[in-house]
């Protein structure tokens, strides 16, 4: 006897993601789920994030890793908002370890949450946290096949950030063809080609959180980072 | 590896539904290809994980679905195998428009137990 069910095999997943959603609405967070491959620069872009704009919003950081607490280590440098979340085995977060992390985490004291997914440009995608908007990371090292050969994660950002520009004239990276390939998935998606290393175009990005976290409601229009933003 | 994760989701998917889980002989899981879905890898975690559990007689049965794209030229949406695909319009640039279902379509019930099943009382 066959029996129609059809219901998201997430599901479970999704409603504890709502919750999460919820419960940072109710403190006022704007959230990220940042997402990329290992190596692409999601921890430098971290921590330059906090070097440049802790004087001017509170951010709080829930980091994924299979192992160890170097990211959080590294970044407690600049907070003390910070959890690390250890998957073991697990190639992603999921909404249940976020939870965990935001019981940790003082809500009413952030402005922006960042949440570094686990390395990897695959899995983290099909899992809603909670979060606002999920940011897509590449890198020039990666060659420009990469949008076309993960394309889940490039239908699913509101924004892609093309990271170590600064190795384009050592690396065999067609500009257009990844251009091509990302509107050709999403062409919707804004995209900031940036350099963590040397800092290039890194203020469209501390632009875009800016705008991101105070620019939403009318009344923090008019608040002095929206300002110092320009 | 997503997999596992996705077979983890789904038993908890499958232990909410009006049955013991015993009585299910195959469950149905379609899927599209932006979810990236290996479906040996898929394969292999059901049965790594319904080992030795309520389960363990069930078979998972993985529908994999197309692309769907969108021409913007005659706005027509399309199903294919390739996600490069022109359209027949000549458009050689359409637009992803679907593709991430990842669905829990049905579940088949042993027919022994399907007579003692919850759905067969009628009171």
């Known amino acids: ?230 | 590896m997503h997999e596992f994760s996705i077979v983890d989701s789904l038993i908890k998917l499958i232990d909410r539904q009006p049955f013991d889980s015993h009585e299910i002989k195959s469950v149905v899981v379609s899927a599209g290809p932006m979810r990236g879905i290996d479906e040996n890898c898929l394969q292999w975690a059901w049965k790594e994980t319904i080992h030795d559990t309520m389960l363990e007689k069930a078979t998972l049965i993985f529908k994999p679905l197309p692309w769907v794209l969108h021409c913007k030229q005659c706005d027509k949406k399309f199903e294919t195998e390739d996600f490069g695909a022109p359209c027949q319009c000549g458009n050689p640039n359409p637009t992803l428009s679907g593709g991430d279902e990842l669905t829990l379509e049905s579940l088949e019930i042993f027919e022994d137990q399907y007579d003692n099943s919850i759905l067969n009382k009628t009171d």
């Not at chain 1, 990329?36 to 070097?51: A, D, N, V, W, Y």
């Open chain 1, 1 to 230: 006897m066959k029996i129609a069910v059809v219901e998201n095999v997430l599901k479970l997943n999704d409603e504890l993601a709502q919750q999460n959603r919820q419960l940072l609405k109710d403190a006022g967070v704007f959230s990220i789920d940042l997402m990329g491959s290992p190596g692409c620069g999601k921890t430098s872009l971290i921590e330059r994030t906090l070097q440049h704009l802790r004087r001017h919003m509170k951010i709080g950081i829930l980091v994924g890793d299979l192992t160890t607490q170097r990211d959080a280590q590294r970044m407690a440098e600049y907070t003390d908002q910070i959890v690390q979340i250890n998957t073991g085995k697990g190639c992603h977060l999921d909404a249940n370890q976020v939870r965990q992390g935001l019981d940790q985490l003082d809500l009413k004291n952030i402005d922006c949450l960042i949440i570094e997914n686990v390395g990897n440009l695959i899995c983290p995608v099909g899992f809603d946290l909670g979060q606002d908007v999920k940011v897509g990371m590449f890198s020039i090292a990666e060659g420009d096949d990469k949008a076309a050969k993960h394309p889940y994660i490039v239908h699913e950002s509101s924004l892609l950030l093309l990271n170590k520009m600064d190795l384009l004239p050592y690396v065999n990276f067609s500009i257009p063809n990844f251009l091509e390939d990302i509107n050709q998935l999403n062409s919707n998606v804004e995209l900031i080609d940036i350099s963590v290393s040397n800092r290039y175009q890194m203020h469209r990005w501390f632009e875009w959180i800016c705008k991101q976290t105070f620019g939403r409601s009318e009344q923090n229009n008019e608040s002095p980072v929206m300002n110092w933003c320009g």
